[in-house]
């Protein structure tokens, strides 16, 4: 007989949108498990808030989701990783996974040529991230690349048209391509926007993000500590139909909670 524990759904959050862009991925690695995800949206943005408004915002999150009920935590923010995940950790019982910018993946590649990492300015000047850029300062040219106000384009404009580009262009303008062998996204919003990036820098540039990885993280996880959701045995059909709860914070709760679901659609996953 399975654990009730691992009936339980798994959360997920972020500021806003930019964690569907994992809960995609952790649809597709899991798809047997339920989701609950939270969009704070009445906070968002949060990378360029002061670093005790953001953990305190976030801890405030886990602790919602760990009252509803959760066997898992998946930050899907890399700016509420970056400030707040110690503290979470230090709360809950149940595994809570985080996401950094995958500057691992990017040095491993052996690539010459800069890597530029693209996050909140939030992100950008944190302990963790410093750290993490200091590991690998002598296996690469590491250029952070703060994109304060790209969140709230993102999350303001439906369709990422005229705005997403001059903000790119603008962006880009001053930093020197030749040369630049990686793109690292930071943040998961930017995910979003990856074929205007694409588009924007060079389509020759590798862009690389860690929702793969850190689906697959969940995976092992999960697996290690038998919290996986072993009842359904059938085979998932395509396209995929997710088990998904959305709660948003601030206004606008429905037409968000559309916006969420439209975009796990353009990515193959219908919501029940
Ligand atoms: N998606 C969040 C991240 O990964 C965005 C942070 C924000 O709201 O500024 O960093």
């Not at 691992?104 to 890597?115: D, M, N, R």
């Not at 963790?128 to 303001?156: Q, S, W």
């Amino acid at each position: 007989m399975q654990k009730q524990e691992t009936k339980l759904p798994i959360g997920v959050f972020d500021s806003g949108i930019g964690g569907i862009s994992v809960l995609a991925e952790l649809i597709k690695t899991l798809p047997y498990e339920e989701f609950v995800y939270y969009a704070d949206a009445l906070h968002a943005p949060y990378g360029n808030k002061p670093e005790d408004v953001v953990r305190s915002l976030s801890v405030n999150v886990a602790e919602f989701l760990a009252l509803i009920g959760i066997k898992s935590l998946v930050v899907a923010c890399n700016t509420a990783t970056s400030v707040a995940i110690n503290e979470i950790r230090k709360k809950y019982h149940f595994p809570v996974i985080g996401m950094e910018p995958a500057l691992k993946p990017a040095v491993e590649l052996g690539l010459t040529g800069k890597i530029l990492v693209m996050a909140t300015p939030l992100t950008l000047k944190s302990k963790k991230f410093t750290e993490l850029a200091y590991h690998y300062r002598h296996r690469a040219e590491i250029v952070p690349v703060p994109c304060d106000g790209l969140v709230e384009i993102i999350e303001r404009n439906h369709s990422w048209g005229q705005k997403v580009k001059e903000y790119l262009s603008h962006l880009f303008s001053p930093i020197n391509k030749v040369g630049i062998s990686a793109i690292v996204l930071g943040c998961t919003h930017y995910v979003l926007i990856k074929q205007e990036i694409l588009h924007a820098i060079g389509d020759n540039i590798t862009i690389i993000d860690g929702n793969c990885g850190t689906a697959r993280h969940l995976r092992s996880v999960l697996q290690n500590k038998c919290l996986l959701n072993s009842a359904i045995a059938e085979k998932p059909h395509i396209p995929l139909k997710a088990q998904v709860r959305f709660y948003v914070s601030g206004a606008e709760r429905e037409k968000r909670t559309t916006q969420c679901k439209q975009l796990l659609q353009h990515e193959g996953i219908l919501c029940e």
